[in-house]
């Protein structure tokens, strides 16, 4: 078909089945909804400049801000960013193989994720934007009128349809499709995260998408799934959303983990601390993640005492991810570090605001604490030191690490590290304040608060207005050094071991002329008497 | 400026206090441990010269053991230690004074032994130095029923009942905020009451007012509704409390009395108008559709807003007492 458009440059992308292809254009729409979803946030946080309705944005409106900002976030900028550009991209060529296992039904993920989000966004323009929040709970998503829920809902399954298709697709590739010699315990720490991610997606997204299916009869078909006039319960869509939506929260993380698991070491000189406790706690999590979702439903009407097992294996979950950290920082000891913005946003950054978010994390554990903190801004600012402090810093980080390999070009390292600092400063600044606005008594998802709280969300706004000045400097840098950085080599970073520095930057069509012979594991640093530096580098 | 926990006002509020600034302690001691470490490595071990190495060291079994059960016996401290508050959350004294908490979009009602019955912006009130147990549900949507002093919230759920309990101590006496924590449409943020713990004495009193008084009413509303039977014309409401309802009920947050634009259409100068419908016609605003725009409030909608309008649950003589207002607005 169309021989000739197939030739042009545009049909090359449209048409394209390469991996890398399909990688860049999930991680340039992911971007643009970014620029969307943060957009909206700006509109909340402006509102809550103030505690009294103000007239440019309405209750109606606010409620729309924040449902499209969080279902933004989560399922068309962070999703798609870790899963579909980073997986899709460095999967295939961190094992050593030419392509995904399906390149079409890769190329079909990718524009069925492009309608889902279209879709979404469409209702903008229809006038019905979906106003129950990103969880949608029935019965208020059941009788809000409209087109917008429903949009929300087709949208939803689109995208989950797009995520099984892609995370089925690097479960076979990295299972047969690695290079001779690439084992498993070879396997770079970004593959691992992105396998048990892909496990969490294909089990995961099922019960979603039953749960809003449901939720799309009971709106239009008339029946009573969720409606307590005739036996049905509003609780059994929450269970289903959340043992999708916990288990999500790790393929939120797990990817970004893997990034961070990748550049320390380079910029560190120095082999991984714990390869295996690191691979396999993604495991763990992977799977420990699916028996904790009622943790989101202490109050929601269970019997209070039926959180205790949840309380219970949420504790427990805690577990693997504070063993990352401590493997990181048992990798930073006796290394030689040197700070490129990618190494900033893995260490002060995920490391420095994960952390917290961790920590407060096992306070929302802890139901009798959770009976009172649920459901107020203390829970929001905890996941956004999950989701802003963790996985946007890896995002950027990986980001800038893997720029130059993907357009052969380099990033503009000052600009990277001034927007590092905007980017670190806005977090904290937006978010700390919002654990005390929780605690004071200020739920979630509200228009109008406390005058007594002005004083904590003018700061949170203040915050936000820094953190746009990161991102304006993060796409000028991105979009200038595309076409006008410097031109790199194979491997910029010198040091780095995995497969992707061994072929050209950007690498070829079929990524590798040979297929490499893979020989040791992917972080063999460093010199066996640490970090005093070597005589001869001294004299010369 | 800052902001810490609000004063807890019950025992087992203290309580959950003191759990929580244990675990503030832990995770405090880990912060300092973990961030510490951090910036002292990325100081101490930075890059000096172009060729340095690091240290060629891949892992330690030990070390690795230490610190996956350290942390995981520290959790379950922590999660053993909240078992019993746990208990002391779900568990209600038998002898109780039990209220109904019913949540409204977008009010709270609430319900006393002795049938007295509350709606709008009433406060709560209950009696200090005494067990009482709130048994909660919901009229349409989710809402949550939320006392920051108390630090216990449960959803109040359509269909299903439920439970919170508390024994406010007595020189606790006072008014504390009571807020609607799950999201629930437009007013949600809005959804606000108080509670006021009295002292017994004061509580009962204020009941008995109440049943006097709800009895009394009930009784003119019987005469009233006999009277227009007798005369074949409307039942004539109340406006000056109709004002006072229109206040409790929210209705203004929504609609102006003075033309101003809000989410609803205003009220002034609107009955005896043509209004136009979304569905292309037009209807006079009489008291019957007054009647009807406030008893189902999507059967006709005004052409130019959405169906946004709650539907609230209120006696015939209150509808009425309403409509009366509207039509005073001249
Ligand atoms: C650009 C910086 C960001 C700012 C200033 C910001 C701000 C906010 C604020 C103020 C809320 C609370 C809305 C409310 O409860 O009234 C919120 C909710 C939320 N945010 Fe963000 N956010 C940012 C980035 C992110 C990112 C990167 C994610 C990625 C997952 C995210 C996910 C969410 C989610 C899931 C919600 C809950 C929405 C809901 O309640 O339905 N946010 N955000
Ligand atoms: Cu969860
Ligand atoms: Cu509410």
Known sequence: MFPRFRRSTLGQWIFTVDHKKIGIMYGVTALI????????ALGIRTKLLTPGPVSQITPDAFNQLFTVHGTIMVFLFVIPMLTGFFGNYLVPIQIGARDMAFPRMNALSYWLFLLSGIMLVASLFMGNIPDAGWTSYPPFSVQSPGGGIDAWILSLHVNGLSSILGAINVIVTVFCMRAPG???????LLVWSLLATSFIQVFGVPALSGAVTTLLADRHWGTVFFNPQFGGD???????????????????????????????????????????????????????????????????????????????????????????????????????????????????????????GGLSGIFLAAVPIDLGAHDTYFVVAHFHYVVFGGSMMAILAGLFYWFPKVTGRMYNEKLGVVMFWFYFIGTNLTFFPMHFMGLAGMPRRVYTY???????????????????????????NLVHSAFKGVKVGDNPWVDAQTLEWKTSSPPPHHNFDEIPVVTAAPYEFGAPNGPTPKPHSVNS | MIHWLTQPITELGRQIDAMFYWILAITGIVFILVEGLLVYYIIRYRRTHAEQQGLDYHGNTKLEVLWTLVPALILVVIGYFCVPLVQAAQTPPSNAIVIQ?????????????????????????????????????????????????????????????????????????????????????????????????????????WLDGQAKAAASKAQADQLKAQQAKQTGSAPLGDATNGQKLATQFGCLSCHAIDNTQKAGPSWKGLAGTQVPLSDGKTVTADPAYLKESIQSPTAKVVKGYSPIMPQTQMSDSDVNDLVAYIQSLK
Request: hydrophobic fraction near 50%; include cysteine.
């Open chain 2, 101 to 205: 908490v019913i949540g409204h979009e977008w009010s709270w009602e609430f319900k006393y032994p002795n049938g007295v019955d509350t709606q709008g912006s009433e406060p709560l009130r209950i009696p200090a130095g005494q067990n009482v147990l709130f048994k909660i549900t919901s009229g349409d949507v989710i809402h949550d029923f939320w006392v920051p002093q108390f630090r216990v919230k449960q959803d109040a759920v359509p269909g299903r009942e439920t439970r919170v309990w508390v024994n406010v101590t007595d020189t606790d006496i006072g008014t504390y905020p009571l807020r609607c924590a799950e999201y629930c449409g437009v007013l949600h943020s809005q959804m606000v009451s108080t509670v006021q713990v009295l002292s017994p004495a004061d509580y009962q009193s």
């Open chain 1, 450 to 476: 406390d005058p007594a709280l002005q004083g904590l969300n003018e700061l949170s706004t203040i915050g936000s207005y820094i953190i746009s000045v990161g991102v304006i400097l993060m796409v000028v």
């Open chain 1, 182 to 188: 690439m084992t498993l315990n070879r396997m770079p």
């Open chain 1, 33 to 40: 909804f970014f620029l969307i979803g943060g957009s909206a």
């Open chain 1, 234 to 356: 509003p609780m059994l869509y929450q269970h289903l959303f959340w043992f999708y939506s916990h288990p999500a929260v790790y393929v939120l993380i797990l990817p970004a983990m893997g990034i961070v698991s990748e550049i320390i070491p380079v910029f560190a000189r120095k082999p991984i601390f714990g390869y295996k406790a690191i691979a396999y706690s993604s495991c763990a999590i992977a799977f420990l993640g699916f028996f904790v979702w009622a943790h989101h439903m202490f109050v929601a009407g269970m019997a209070i005492g039926s959180g205790v097992p949840f309380m219970i294996s949420t504790m427990i979950i805690a577990v693997p991810s504070s063993i990352k950290m401590f493997n990181w920082l048992a990798t930073l000891w006796k290394g030689s570090i040197s700070y490129k913005t990618p190494m900033l946003l893995c260490t002060l950054g995920f490391m420095g605001l994960f952390t917290i």
